[in-house]
């Protein structure tokens, strides 16, 4: 049979081209354990099809690799997009090079209060992991709601910094009102009666949050090695969106080992979805709010501001996807305009 040139290169970038005695290449990946983050586990357990073997490191939050990815120990990281923006202002030689989930994030009171919006967060205590997406998502909220805040008692709200794994025995022991969680913790809260939905804070100047797949620039300029990398996210993307019930049978028993319930999943998963897409608008959005606020390390980067489009690179995703057939993008997450501070 004659082979099209075509199927013939993609095979040399894609093929699983390390043979059965030959060692596979190792990417050193660090992880966070969120329900969103599925297909990202996923990889290493299709790693070997693409001459891969994944060394994957759990982390509490994305701004907790930084160490890792400014001395080179990481190549690959899953992190919300805040994550990558600090890594990127404190000097992380790394590239943002695909988002793989989109949502992931909920303002949850407890439910012995009567909650009709974020405005009744006014004179509350509110839980939320410093450093983490959620505490820009919640600030994001605060603000375009008009409310101030503090760690300290005094502004329209106070905040309580706890790490996630506390967040959610905090607010069922009512020492704060509400928190701002990720998944599937806040579903979780809900489904176990002790908390309630404020709103999910999609609809201010950052919209809805990304989790972004960054990659060192020393991998991103390995382009053969770099392209099988992408061929295995993009795969594992495809079957988790292709095939849900793969998704939910590997998160559920092998992610959290059988500790997250079908109900919890499918909550989880009305406000979280897996993604592709990237585009440097919305990491722009993120950047410019966290500079305005003056929040993050990404502040000392002022005296050289790099905007996104210098550090978000694509291509190697346009040619994974077109590799595996995968035509139409999926829906990037939705990201309002961001306001020009006054």
């Given at each position: 049979?004659?082979?099209?040139?075509?199927?013939?290169?993609?095979?040399?970038?894609f093929?699983?081209?390390?043979?059965?005695?030959?060692?596979?290449?190792?990417?050193?990946?660090?992880?966070?354990?969120?329900?969103?983050?599925?297909?990202?586990?996923y990889?290493?357990?299709?790693?070997?099809?693409?001459?891969?073997?994944?060394?994957?490191?759990?982390?509490?939050?994305?701004?907790?690799?930084?160490?890792?990815?400014?001395?080179?120990?990481?190549?690959?990281?899953?992190?919300?997009?805040?994550?990558?923006?600090e890594?990127?202002?404190?000097?992380?030689?790394?590239?943002?090079?695909?988002?793989?989930?989109?949502?992931?994030?909920?303002?949850?009171?407890?439910?012995?209060?009567?909650?009709?919006?974020?405005?009744?967060?006014?004179?509350?205590?509110?839980?939320?992991?410093?450093?983490?997406?959620?505490?820009?998502?919640?600030?994001?909220?605060?603000?375009?709601?008009?409310?101030?805040?503090?760690?300290?008692?005094?502004?329209?709200?106070?905040?309580?910094?706890?790490?996630?794994?506390?967040?959610?025995?905090?607010?069922?022991?009512?020492?704060?009102?509400?928190?701002?969680?990720?998944?599937?913790?806040?579903?979780?809260?809900?489904?176990?009666?002790?908390?309630?939905?404020?709103?999910?804070?999609?609809?201010?100047?950052?919209?809805?949050?990304?989790?972004t797949?960054?990659?060192?620039?020393?991998?991103?300029?390995?382009?053969?090695?770099?392209?099988?990398?992408?061929?295995?996210?993009?795969?594992?993307?495809?079957?988790?969106?292709?095939?849900?019930?793969?998704?939910?049978?590997?998160?559920?028993?092998?992610?959290?080992?059988?500790?997250?319930?079908?109900?919890?999943?499918k909550?989880?998963?009305?406000?979280?979805?897996?993604?592709?897409?990237?585009?440097?608008?919305?990491?722009?959005?993120l950047?410019?709010?966290?500079?305005?606020?003056?929040?993050?390390?990404?502040?000392?980067?002022?005296?050289?501001?790099?905007?996104?489009?210098?550090?978000?690179?694509?291509?190697?995703?346009?040619?994974?996807?077109?590799?595996?057939?995968?035509?139409?993008?999926?829906?990037?997450?939705?990201n309002?305009?961001?306001?020009?501070?006054?």
């Amino acid at each position: 049979m004659k082979i099209s040139p075509r199927l013939a290169a993609l095979a040399l970038c894609f093929g699983p081209i390390c043979s059965a005695a030959s060692a596979a290449d190792v990417i050193r990946l660090g992880n966070l354990k969120f329900v969103h983050y599925g297909t990202i586990f996923y990889m290493k357990e299709i790693a070997p099809k693409h001459g891969l073997e994944i060394q994957e490191t759990v982390f509490a939050k994305g701004i907790d690799m930084l160490p890792g990815l400014m001395r080179g120990e990481i190549d690959l990281a899953a992190s919300a997009a805040e994550g990558a923006i600090e890594a990127r202002a404190a000097g992380a030689p790394v590239y943002v090079v695909a988002g793989f989930a989109a949502g992931g994030a909920r303002i949850v009171g407890r439910s012995d209060v009567i909650w009709k919006s974020s405005k009744d967060l006014r004179g509350k205590r509110v839980g939320v992991t410093r450093g983490g997406a959620h505490e820009m998502l919640l600030l994001a909220e605060l603000a375009s709601n008009g409310l101030s805040w503090s760690a300290e008692p005094g502004q329209d709200v106070q905040l309580v910094f706890l790490p996630y794994p506390k967040l959610n025995d905090a607010l069922e022991r009512r020492e704060v009102d509400a928190v701002c969680h990720t998944e599937p913790q806040g579903s979780q809260a809900i489904t176990k009666g002790f908390g309630v939905e404020i709103t999910k804070p999609y609809r201010t100047m950052i919209g809805e949050p990304v989790r972004t797949l960054v990659m060192s620039e020393k991998l991103y300029n390995d382009r053969p090695l770099a392209l099988r990398v992408m061929a295995c996210f993009a795969e594992a993307t495809k079957t988790f969106l292709e095939q849900p019930e793969i998704a939910e049978r590997y998160i559920r028993e092998t992610v959290f080992g059988g500790k997250l319930t079908a109900e919890d999943y499918k909550l989880a998963f009305s406000n979280a979805r897996f993604n592709y897409e990237i585009a440097p608008v919305q990491i722009q959005a993120l950047t410019d709010f966290m500079i305005y606020q003056r929040l993050g390390v990404v502040i000392n980067a002022l005296n050289r501001p790099q905007t996104a489009e210098e550090w978000v690179r694509t291509d190697l995703l346009a040619e994974a996807k077109l590799a595996l057939g995968i035509v139409a993008p999926t829906r990037p997450a939705a990201n309002a305009p961001t306001p020009k501070p006054k």
